[in-house]
């Protein structure tokens, strides 16, 4: 789609806003955006991010900053959030990890209307599940690097459940982040993590036609510093940390490690696992999040940060520093392991066994869309009409199979899904809205479609889904 189209769409969305303002307030007239009494306000405008005193980006946010705030809400209390753009582009601002409907799920695909450019949007939600979800502007960015995520436009949405409380002394929210996004035909990724994995699903023929432009970045941050500007957590000797780790990035999986230290991981996507497991350090494709509890037992000034050596001195990290410890912070490289999600996970499922499949490949044609790369669902791009429909109420498996040499961040709006397999190896009861499927490799989820409503599936990685990896799933 041309930039063109966009803005044509973008004006569609802008006559439909109103009226679905209105309906969702279950209000007979508009509301007068003045008088408009919101739990929440977020306004989407140029920022500036201060990396470094050196380093200062400009970029659109939230509230004058980015990441955005971290949006504290209560599970099942329904909030009013209202949005406006300070922009000259319409935007979206999708709810990930959220079971909420589609007209305020933030997604065009799915119907939800535009904030229009200079205009407000008022939506209600009742948030949920509890645990760390996020928020970010879901609108397409093609070619333009300063659209949809690869700007500021990210943050934490925290909700709160009947059982939060664990005992920890620190909560930290950590989004990991890069900046300067640029074009590049050496691309060199760190998401061959499960290359090591048998390969499942390698064609017997691989399309060597040259790779289209793919995207990097110059600099990287942990929130909006640089690894050693900012400010770093200070803890002591024995104190417990509550660190929730969000890979808010646009195009990468990335990994990460607090040196001379474990992280015991209790929750992916926000959803506790069934077995919590101490690791070295932490995968996360982009969109996936991490709860972690970190044990301060090993005094001394130590990063926290990306394992890549140069993402790292190009900013992923930061420092944790205990009381009283003054030297250069230490990074120690952990033992380089296959990511494995299946050691959080239970041998066998409670829940009921699925009752239909759908099948997917995914495929890419390098330079499929001129300079870049086309990007296939079971043989064809987006979209994909009355392809993937379905009947609510029933239990569904869905066999991913990745016929690419990249690792792909899959995410499903508005429901959850029960990991089963991973490149062969069975689990049960992971709860997660994004899972990582391996290069090569086949990840095979279940879910309930008790969500009806059109829902958006998609690659996370951005230039991903905007040349054709995803798809819409709908209810009969
Ligand atoms: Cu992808």
Redesign the pocket.
Known sequence: MKRRDLLKLGALGVAHAGASRVALLGQTAPVPPAAAKADYTLRISPVTVELDRSRIISTIGYNGMAPGPVLKMREGKPVTVDIINDTDTPELVHWHGMLIPPEVDGTQEEGSPFVPPHGRQIIQLTPGPAGSRWYHSHAMAMDDLHRGSFTGQFGFVYVEGPNDGGKYDQEHFLALRDWEPFFTSTMEDDDDDTHNDPIFEQPLTVNTDPNGLEVASMTYSINDKILGSGEPIRVREGQRLLLHLLNASAIENRRVALAGHKMNVIALDGNPVPKPQSVDSVFLGAGERADVIVEMTNPGVWILGGTEKIVRESGLGLVVEYAGQHRQPQWIDPPRRSWDYTIFGNAVSTSPPPAKTIEMIFEKIPGGSGKFNT?LVNGKPYPHEREFVLEKGVRYRLVMRNRTD?A??MHLHRHLWELIEINGKKTAGIIKDTVVVPYFGRAVVDFTADQPGLSLFH?H?QQ?MDYG?KALFRYA
């Open positions: 990007w990249d792909h961040p690659c990685l991903h990896f």
